[in-house]
């Protein structure tokens, strides 16, 4: 069989995550998990911008997976990283399948302001639930494997290491969905839905599917944030964290199952150089850095990655 | 008689505008079928409704002894009845390759095959083989293999007829409803054209009708015409018999044929 170069390239960076991440800065490791934990919201989204929608509520699958887990934690006392990202992912995907009966009918503008509809419709909810600590939202449990509660130091390393194989196994099953009939009528829809129905398929059930993964990963991204930042209040499902992962998402591009945690990480470290030299407008230094990527790289940050290969 | 495709009485009209009347029309297993007509005659309401996009307001569909009136689009195909467009419908920013290659998918999917957890590479239903080689037979097959890699949007007009069409012939359907195949095609491409569908539908036995201006064209290749006027049929015979009747001459073929039957005439008369 022909070497797959985003196997590989999956393979390479699971290994260097593992091995440097005991020697690197413990800072950088909270940068890598949450970029990791949004990376999975953004990879949902590609899927999204593939088949040519664009969901301005995705913040509302990242918000149910972390209320998810934290709900787990304080009812259930749960602790388990594996198994609040578990839980967020079913919850999720669970809701996802649902709403997707109604979003997979719609397209375009309709099919992002619906969505961002729905997310606000959370949102106020959650706001007024007192019982959830409303806008203050509630403390999560600290992070557990497999009920080992590890030293202080490590805990860290231990979350970004259980974030790190999942994160490797959803882009591994997102890279072979991509390669499926299924996942291949994606660019199709986009192009001519029409002729899609007219082959024999089913637009809408594609869409479907998409969508239902799409939440999936982002609850699981909810609730790996919930664990990492010890956290979770009703802003993030606010329509600013949806208009975030637009943000990485279009800064990532769609070339490869890679693309977006790497525009994750990328985001969160502007974001952070940017808090660092301007407290008042980092806000602008990004818009500033997104415009330049749209005006130079329309298909993404990936596209430098491509152009070389091509070169 | 093994008819495969029957139409009995079908009405459709769309506010005032009738666009079937009392539409019966019977069509042969394997036949090669041309429709003819002025635009708005109800040549393209008739594609419509046996592919399911229009209902009719009444009448009724069989297709191998089945009632297909109220199926969708998309079951109608799947059930071995596809169409190609007048105006091409491809997947403009997809290669000619990946093109056919969605195409192959759908067929691989609703054989319930290339699913996530299927493994090894899938084959396609009635070729047994990998998509890619299918993929590349067909192209090659309608002599695209030179336009392989090239992007859909940017493929001459013949060529995005051709590949057209080609994604029809992907599902291997039983009836092959082409809508005027070489319209936008140059008139030396053709019959070229014409023949190189005509050659892939008689490999596979597959029953065509197909909608067309161009009266050479329809002489040539239809063995059967319908003539339509009105929403109504007013003709259906072999096309000698059916070019020739007065009314199609009226209505259909229009002044043109006359002029030249004139300048046949008049070139004749010359000569003497």
């Known amino acids: 069989m022909r070497p797959d170069r985003a196997r590989t390239a999956l393979v390479v960076i699971l290994a260097a995550i593992l091995v440097l991440g005991p020697v690197v800065p413990r800072w ?30 995705q913040a509302l699958y990242y918000c149910v997976g972390a209320y998810a887990a934290g709900m787990l934690g304080r009812l259930y006392g749960v602790s388990d990283v594996f198994t609040l990202m578990l839980a967020g992912m079913a919850a999720s995907a669970l809701l996802a399948f649902v709403l997707g009966f109604l979003l997979a009918r719609y397209r375009g503008i309709f099919f992002g302001l619906l969505s961002l509809a729905i997310s606000m419709i959370l949102y106020g909810l959650l706001v007024k639930t007192e019982a959830l600590g409303s806008t203050d939202g509630f403390n999560v449990l600290p992070s557990t494997l497999f009920g080992w509660r590890p030293a202080d130091e490590w805990v860290r390393y ?5 974030a790190t194989l999942v994160a490797f196994a959803a882009a591994l099953a997102v890279h072979r969905f991509l390669g499926t009939p299924l996942g291949r009528l994606a660019p199709a829809i986009k192009d001519n839905e029409i002729r899609v129905e007219y082959m024999g398929a ?15 990963l982002a609850g699981i991204g909810g609730a790996l944030a919930a664990t990492t930042v010890g956290h979770i209040d009703p802003e993030m499902g606010y329509w600013t964290a949806s208009g975030e992962f637009i943000f990485i998402t279009i800064l990532a591009g769609t070339g490869s199952v890679l693309a977006p945690f790497l525009g994750a990480l990328i985001f969160g470290i502007i974001q952070s150089v940017a808090f660092d030299l301007s407290p008042n407008t980092w806000q602008m230094t990004l818009g500033a850095a997104l415009l330049v990527v749209i005006v130079f790289l329309p298909e993404g940050l990936w596209s430098l990655f491509r152009r070389r290969r091509a070169a | 008689m093994a008819a495969i495709l029957d139409a009995q009485g079908l009405h459709k009209s769309f506010g005032a505008v009738t666009a079937a009347s009392d539409i019966c029309a019977s069509i042969e297993r394997d036949s090669v079928v041309g429709l003819i007509g002025t635009n708005g005659a109800g040549k393209t309401t008739f594609i419509n409704m046996i592919t399911g996009y229009l209902k009719p307001d009444r009448g009724r569909i069989r297709y191998e002894e089945r009632d297909i009136t109220a199926l969708s689009p998309r079951d109608i195909t799947r059930i071995g009845i596809c169409r190609s467009f007048q105006i091409p419908q491809l997947y403009a920013s997809l290669t000619a390759f990946e093109n056919v290659l969605v195409g192959i998918g759908v067929v691989q999917r609703n054989a319930g095959r290339g699913g996530f957890f299927s493994r090894g590479a899938a084959l396609v239903p009635g070729y047994e083989r990998p998509a890619e080689e299918v993929a590349d037979l067909l192209l090659e097959r309608f002599g695209l293999a030179e336009y392989r890699d090239r992007n859909a949007q940017v493929l001459p007009g013949g060529v995005r007829k051709l590949l057209d069409i080609a994604l029809t012939l992907v599902a291997r359907p039983k009836i092959l409803l082409l809508d005027e195949p070489t319209s936008g095609v140059s008139a030396d491409e053709k019959f070229a054209i014409m023949d190189m569908i005509m050659a892939a539908v008689r490999a596979e036995g597959i029953t065509v009708l197909f909608v067309e201006h161009d009266m050479e064209v329809v002489s040539r290749f239809a063995e059967r015409v319908l003539a339509f006027y009105d929403g109504r049929i007013i003709a259906d015979a072999p ?12 209505f259909v073929v229009g002044g043109e044929l006359h002029r030249m039957d004139e300048q046949a005439a008049g070139k004749a008369s010359g000569h003497a």
């Open chain 1, 28 to 57: 950088t490791l909270f940068l890598l998990t949450v970029a990791i934990a949004k990376g999975f919201v953004a990879l949902g989204l590609m899927l999204f911008l593939r088949c040519g929608l664009v969901s301005f509520g």
């Open chain 1, 158 to 162: 231990a979350v970004l290491a259980a």
């Open chain 1, 202 to 216: 089913s637009a809408r059930h594609a869409i479907h599917v998409s969508y239902v993964i799409a939440g999936a």
């Open chain 2, 239 to 250: 096309p000698q018999v059916a070019l020739a009747d007065p009314e199609v001459k009226r």
